[in-house]
Nanobody, 122 residues
Framework: VQLQASGGGLVQAGGSLRLSCAAS????????MGWFRQAPGKEREFVAG????????SYADSVKGRFTVSRDRANSMVYLQMNSLKAEDTAVYYC????????????????WGQGTQVTVSS
């Protein structure tokens, strides 16, 4: 399984970015796909997740109403649409996969992408 995250960049506060995660190497039936982020000096934290089969999504409280996670099963892609970005959203963002439902715990994911930097200027 390989995950390739992309789409990060520099954006002003209040702006938007869409992150993409290309998944390959197997079928993802029954998988949970997660987006995590890690800011300098902080632990990696759950941002959002979606189940591959049903598209059931979940979000951290800090991003609810601003971020939207989606997946395109035909093209094996997972997306994170980020709107109304804040300076505190600045972090390296990672996509991750696990066999089973979405989890908020980093240690329950066994496949990780390489990360993409998101910087929000205030």
């Amino acid at each position: 399984v390989q995950l390739q995250a992309s789409g990060g960049g520099l954006v002003q506060a209040g702006g938007s970015l869409r992150l993409s995660c290309a998944a390959s190497g197997r079928t993802f039936t029954n998988y949970g796909m997660g987006w995590f982020r890690q800011a300098p000096g902080k632990e990696r934290e759950f941002v959002a997740g979606i189940t591959w089969n049903w598209g059931t999504s979940s979000y951290a409280d800090s991003v609810k109403g601003r971020f939207t996670v989606s997946r395109d099963r035909a093209n094996s892609m997972v997306y994170l649409q980020m709107n109304s970005l804040k300076a505190e959203d600045t972090a390296v963002y990672y996509c991750a996969a696990r066999n089973g439902g979405v989890s908020t715990k980093t240690y329950e994911y066994n496949r990780w992408g390489q990360g993409t930097q998101v910087t929000v200027s205030s």
